[in-house]
């Protein structure tokens, strides 16, 4: 079992890039920002992309096996997000708007709560959050799709970097 097959968790890290966006998005975006956020390297690839420090310091690491299958590991996570979006919005925790698209939002206590994840995980999530939502924010859905195809790719490493 992984943390991703914990219902709370996966909860947790959707309060937390609401929290970091600080404005409603739609599921989509949520979707994809909370996956990369957890598995950041698969955008700052390249040794000499200037977030790998920031997101190697914080604890990331592109040799661990989340990253061996991200294409089937994004699809899972997809699977989960309307139910584990439901349940935040049937606890009070997430608002949802529907003006023209659906958007999700935190509510004060669901920013109340964000606000006490204080383990050495959540910290390092936030870090990822921030330079998620920094890289893609201004992409339109089209773009953010396509990215995403590339992002998918399993990293390849050399065999002397591998475990």
């Not at 600080?22 to 979707?31: K, S, T, V, Y």
């Not at 598995?39 to 990253?67: I, K, M, N, Q, S």
Request: proline share 5%; charged share 25%; with cysteine.
């Amino acid at each position: 079992m992984t943390p991703d097959d914990l219902t709370r968790f996966r909860q947790a890290r959707l309060l937390l890039v609401l929290a970091c966006a600080g404005e409603p998005i739609d599921a989509e975006r949520l979707g994809v920002y909370e996956f990369l956020a957890g598995h950041p390297l698969l955008l700052a690839r390249a040794d000499d992309d200037p977030d790998r420090t920031a997101l190697r310091l914080a604890g990331f690491d592109d040799r661990t096996v989340g990253y061996a299958s991200p294409a089937q590991r994004f699809a899972t996570a997809q699977l989960h997000l309307g139910r584990d979006l439901g349940a935040l919005v049937a606890r009070g925790l997430v608002d949802v708007a529907a003006a023209g698209r659906v958007t999700y939002g935190l509510t004060e206590e669901g920013a109340i709560i964000a606000g006490r994840f204080t383990a050495m995980y959540a910290q390092s999530y936030i870090t990822a959050v921030r330079i998620v939502i920094r890289r893609l924010r201004r992409l339109s859905g089209r773009k953010l799709r396509e990215g995403l195809r590339i992002w998918l790719v399993p990293v390849i490493l050399p065999i002397e970097d591998r475990p």
